[in-house]
């Protein structure tokens, strides 16, 4: 009879164990999937970002491309204004000259 307490006992003690290991599992994989959608989310995210820095390095690229074009603007806006201002002369001498 001892025995069968004992072993009773053993195993009421080993169920409550079960039962301890069970509540932990369940909190610990509740756990884990929060992780693994905060992973998930921040792999979106990094994909996300590095879609945004492609555009940027792309832009950067393009206007890189685009200032020793810029820089002519300048020297060609002077050009066309001392052409006008030529223009201008030439018809006031035309204009003096026909008076």
């Given at each position: ?41 921040a792999n979106e995210k990094l994909k996300s970002e590095k ?49």
């Amino acid at each position: 009879m001892k025995e069968v307490e004992k072993g009773i006992g053993d195993l009421q003690t080993l169920l409550d164990q079960l039962k301890e290991s069970k509540k932990t599992f369940g909190k610990l994989d509740k756990e884990r999937s929060v992780l693994e959608k905060d992973v998930e989310n921040a792999n979106e995210k990094l994909k996300s970002e590095k879609i945004e820095v492609d555009k940027a390095v792309r832009a950067e690229e393009r206007i890189k491309s685009l200032e020793s074009e810029v820089s002519k603007l300048q020297f060609l806006e002077s050009y066309v204004t001392f052409l006008s201002q030529k223009q201008n002369l030439q018809l006031q001498r035309e204009q003096i000259g026909e008076s």
